[in-house]
């Protein structure tokens, strides 16, 4: 079976800092997609970042990148010059290549931003 | 495109009542999914539709749980007899083209006195 782990029940930053957030998953299967979604409070997920596991380049979008270790089933995201509205739960999520595409979610970390 | 919604938002219940959600996916998404969030977890996923056609259900989805996607476009989620255990929130994503990025609704929060 396929696990998402996120060690980092909370983490928090300076605005302006920059922040990894963790995320280990374990699969067996070759082809599969990452995500990291963002679950602001009382606000509904959205898409953050997602890589595909066949490329070896890391996925970027403006202010936040990840670090794809592929052999070590490691995912981590970064976020550079972060910023209030940056605060929220952060979920590492996978799914590979079945019939359906269900995701399996880490259990989250918590960003804070400190002014 | 108006993303993904859900009704309703809030719906408190007393335990033994029978609720139902509804979730419309982004137009032309073909999969529907439910997954199920409690406080401070990572969502678990329930079931998911190919068009009307229910494919797959989670083990947690006791019989209790009956899900529909009639003509393929919205779909509800029926709890029957609540149980305490069922407070959380159900989150309803779409996806279309590319399969493999999910794109969520705000959920429903289900409390059960």
């Known amino acids: 079976a396929q696990t998402v782990t996120q060690s980092q029940p909370e983490m928090s930053v300076q605005e302006a800092e920059t922040v990894t957030l963790s995320c280990t998953y374990d699969?067996?299967?070759?082809?599969?997609?990452l995500f990291w979604y963002k679950q602001p409070p009382s606000r509904q997920m959205i898409l953050v970042i997602r890589?595909?596991?066949?490329?070896?380049q890391n996925a970027t979008e403006n202010r936040f990148s990840v670090n794809f270790q592929k052999a070590a089933k490691s995912f981590s995201l970064k976020i550079s010059d972060s910023q209030l509205g940056d605060a929220a739960m952060y979920f590492c999520?996978?799914?590979?290549?079945?019939?359906?595409?269900?995701?399996?979610f880490g259990g989250g970390t918590r960003l804070m931003v400190k002014p | 495109d108006t993303g993904v919604s859900q009704d309703p938002r809030h719906k408190i219940t007393k335990r033994g009542q029978n609720v139902t959600f509804r979730c419309d996916p982004i137009?032309?998404?073909?999969?529907l999914y439910w997954y199920r969030q409690t406080l401070g977890q990572g969502p678990e996923f329930l079931t998911y539709?190919?068009?009307?056609?229910?494919?797959?259900k989670s083990r947690l989805l006791s019989d209790r749980f009956s899900a529909e996607r009639p003509k393929g476009s919205f779909s509800t989620l029926e709890i029957q007899r609540t149980e305490q255990g069922d407070s959380a929130m159900y989150l309803c994503?779409?996806?279309?083209?590319?399969?493999?990025?999910?794109?969520f609704g705000p959920g429903t929060r289900l409390t059960v006195l």
């Open positions: 994503a779409s996806t279309g083209g590319n399969q493999d990025t999910q794109y």
């Open positions: 699969t067996s299967e070759s082809d599969y997609y």
């Open positions: 890589q595909e596991a066949y490329k070896q």
């Open positions: 999520a996978y799914t590979y290549n079945n019939a359906g595409n269900m995701l399996t």
């Open positions: 137009s032309e998404h073909n999969r």
């Open positions: 539709f190919q068009n009307e056609a229910q494919l797959e």
